[in-house]
């Protein structure tokens, strides 16, 4: 699992570790079952805090995505819990937001967003299914 | 404080080596060509120990750590400043003595009493010995405020020349022939003093209550050293 | 029964000369914590660290450290403490294994063991004299010297003074590896914030010889907030409560408050819409130091950055 901190972002750096274990979750890079390094591993690795990977750990398991099994670790749950889309919409619309906002200060109309936003998930699934076409031709 | 003394051997070790090679070549170069009575030869080994070895001593003791920014780490450890200024007065006394009584074993086995005696030759080193200590516990105080060697080096000759220009107004001012015991109406307080009170006694004064009053002069030079020490190294705002 | 707090400062006051560098400092940190302490050059960090180590006597005020009084005790606190310098002058002859050794006696704690141990996983040579090791070298020497008497407490000024990003970075890996999760508590003072900002339980911001703002790094994240408005709400973003930071420019203005739940629905009650931006440390930082509370027209908008 590859993890990536921002440090100059105002983001909290509990939010950017939570956030992006939540899309790693969503996007199958972490499986159920997965093991995730123990709380020691990930502060040593990243140069953070114990108490906040404590905490992300902890935020997570309230969420519901991670679990922890007594002397065993930290473990990705089995069957990932429905509600985690629902968490994930938030997150989409809080970005969404944001992006109509953006959209107001520039002066862009609601037709013009709508377009570039197509665009780009055209761009995007063209580039997915480039790269499920290079992985089959490795195997 | 085993390991500060080793520190700080190690630190001066060749300064010493260096003091009893020069001191000892010039009495041993000088006592083999004869061109100079004997004792004059050892008077001048003794004044080149005396004049040279305190400064050098003193102006590498104390400026030298404090311009390397070590006397900072040094005091920030867990132990007492006197140990720390201790250690270094140990080194110190060493590299004043040392070389003097190597020149003086060299001297012995030279001359081997030809013109003067064993003991006369004795009493010679031994009075410089003390000299250069009691110069050197002046000279410690005064440079343990000074931020580096090279400053404190002048101010170490400064207190040299004080000294001797002390010395030779109180004994020209009481006895014109500078030989031996002089009589002294001079100001009993720069007597006690004075370290070359050794040399030139005033006529009321055995040898050995001069050497009290040195000691006692030292022992107050050693509580000044220590709070200049302590205050000097730390009170400077980085 | 172990102190709650490892150091505790109350009313410290210092000046020297005609500086007043320190006023009125007051402090609490709890133990087991990683605190940090910011400042900018010059600010007094270092003259309070000299000062919980009782290489300075306050003017006014009470210091205690681990329970003691640095002033009365002080080799029996520096004995129970692990401290690295800003910029640390090591006793260049000496070979690291001869440093070593030297450092032992002062200890009664010592773990010589663990100092092997260490000297290892740092891949200090040995036999290499202090003078020829690189900076990162000497940086780790020197907390391996802090860490090997086992402290309670370590107190770190300024310790990547000098050090390129990399080697920064490993530092605090290092003090994240070996000293959090030991109940260790560590004092780390400043001026580079947003690394400090990962490793941080809590900070404190020493401005004007005072502590300015001290709380958790996560708290003080999570209130402190710059808000973005259309100029017409400049009346109401002028007074809000906790107002660090004012400026206005052309059609909008915006604030950086303390404390965003009280005052987000003040300055919702304006009717216009407010943005929220979360900050970094950084910005905190110059909130609280270099703020103006106080809109000025000419001002530049930008001030100088906080090196």
């Known amino acids: 699992m590859f993890l990536r901190l921002e440090p100059s972002s105002g983001i909290p750096i509990t939010r950017q570790l939570v956030d992006q274990i939540r899309s790693h979750c969503a996007s199958g890079t972490l499986s159920g079952g997965d093991r995730l390094p123990s709380v020691r591993q990930l502060a040593q690795q990243l140069a953070v805090n114990q108490n906040t990977i404590l905490r992300v750990y902890e935020r997570l398991a309230a969420e519901g995505l991670i679990e922890r099994k007594h002397g065993d670790g930290t473990f990705v749950v089995e069957r990932l819990p429905p509600g985690r889309l629902k968490a994930q919409r938030e997150l989409l619309r809080q970005e969404v937001e944001r992006l109509a906002r953006r959209a107001a200060d520039l002066g862009t109309d609601a037709a013009e967003v709508h377009k570039l936003l197509d665009e780009a998930i055209a761009r995007l699934s063209r580039e997915q299914r480039a790269l499920s076409k290079g992985d089959q031709r490795d195997e | ?238 | ?307």
Not at chain 2, 114 to 124: C, F, K, P, Q
């Open chain 2, 1 to 238: 404080m085993r390991q500060l003394i080793w520190k700080e051997w190690h630190e001066q070790r060749w300064k010493l080596g260096f003091g009893c090679v020069v001191l000892c070549a010039f009495a041993l170069i000088g006592l083999r060509t004869r061109a100079v009575p004997d004792e004059s030869i050892m008077v001048g080994t003794c004044a080149l120990g005396v004049l040279l070895l305190p400064i050098l001593t003193a102006a590498g003791l104390i400026p030298a750590e404090r311009g390397e920014g070590t006397l900072r780490t040094l005091l920030a450890l867990p132990v007492a400043p006197w140990k720390v200024l201790a250690a270094k007065a140990i080194l110190g006394a060493m590299l004043c003595a040392g070389p003097i009584l190597a020149a003086a074993i060299v001297s012995l086995l030279m001359a081997r009493g030809r013109e003067i005696s064993n003991g006369a030759t004795w009493e010679i080193y031994g009075r410089a010995v003390a000299v250069a200590l009691f110069l050197f516990a002046w000279m410690l105080w005064s440079t343990a405020r000074s931020p580096s060697e090279g400053r404190a080096a002048a101010l170490c000759v400064g207190v040299l020349i004080l000294w001797l220009l002390a010395t030779r107004g109180l004994v020209a001012e009481t006895h014109p022939a500078r030989n031996g015991m002089a009589e002294s109406h001079a100001p009993f307080m720069l007597w006690a003093i004075c370290p070359f009170v050794l040399v030139f006694p005033p006529a009321d004064f055995a040898p050995m209550e001069a050497l009290a009053l040195q000691a006692v002069t030292v022992a107050v030079l050693w509580l000044f050293a220590l709070r200049a020490l302590k205050f000097g190294a730390m009170e400077e705002q980085s």
């Open chain 3, 1 to 307: 029964m172990s102190d709650p707090s490892a150091i505790e400062i109350h009313g410290v006051a210092k000046r020297f000369g005609r500086k007043q560098v320190l006023d009125d400092l007051n402090m609490i940190v709890p133990a087991g914590k990683t605190f940090a302490f910011l400042g900018r050059n010059g600010a007094g960090k270092t003259t309070a660290i000299r000062m919980l180590l009782g290489l300075l006597k306050p003017d006014r005020g009470t210091v205690r450290v681990l329970g003691m009084d640095p002033q009365e005790e002080p080799l029996k606190v520096r004995q129970r403490v692990g401290y690295l310098a800003e910029d640390q002058a090591m006793f260049g002859w000496m070979r690291v294994s001869e440093m070593i050794s030297f450092m032992a006696p002062f200890y009664p704690t010592w773990d010589a063991a663990w100092a092997k141990d260490l000297a290892n996983r740092f891949e200090l040579p040995m036999r290499t004299r202090t003078r020829h090791l690189s900076k990162g070298q000497g940086v780790r020497l020197g907390l391996l010297l802090a860490l090997a008497h086992r402290p309670k407490l370590v107190i770190l000024d300024d310790p990547t003074l000098g050090l390129d990003p990399i080697m920064r970075k490993e530092f605090l890996r290092d003090v994240v590896t070996y000293l959090q999760g030991e109940q260790v508590t560590v004092f780390f003072s400043s001026h580079l914030l947003y690394e400090i900002d990962a490793v941080a339980d809590s900070v404190a911001i020493l401005d004007r010889g005072r502590i300015v703002r001290q709380a958790e790094t996560e708290d003080l994240r999570n209130r402190v907030k710059r808000l973005i408005a259309p100029a017409e709400a400049q009346s109401v973003l002028r007074d809000l409560p906790g107002l660090l930071d004012f400026a206005l420019a052309d059609r909008q203005v915006t604030a950086v408050v303390e404390d965003i739940d009280a005052a987000l629905p003040v300055a919702r009650s304006s009717g216009a819409s407010i943005e929220v931006i979360d900050l970094n440390l950084d910005e905190i930082f110059e909130a609280y130091v270099i703020g103006r509370r106080k809109e000025q027209p000419d001002a530049p908008a930008h001030l100088e950055r906080v090196a």
